[in-house]
């Protein structure tokens, strides 16, 4: 019998809805669960109340405090 794969979740963050879009229908025809992010807060708040095996972000998006590595959703949300 074999047992199914553990499916991983991916966050994708990126201010362009098109980049959103495409990397999620990528990512999902590959057996990844992907879930979307707009703006860092609100990446921020999705890793409050989830966990993911990756988080892909634009590092550079309007209204983000900095454009710093070190200031990316992930860090903060530690």
């Known amino acids: 019998m074999l047992s199914a794969k553990p499916t991983q979740r991916v966050l994708i963050v990126d201010d362009e809805d098109q980049i959103r879009t495409l990397l999620a229908r990528l990512l999902g025809a ?3 669960d ?3 992010a707009e703006s860092a807060a ?3 708040r999705m890793l409050k ?11 550079n998006m309007p209204g983000d405090a900095s454009t710093d590595r070190h200031s990316s959703p992930t860090r903060r949300a530690r």
């Open 49 to 59: 109340e989830s966990s993911y095996g990756l988080v892909l972000s634009d590092v």
């Open 30 to 32: 590959h057996g990844y």
């Open 42 to 44: 609100e990446a921020r």
């Open 34 to 36: 992907c879930d979307t």
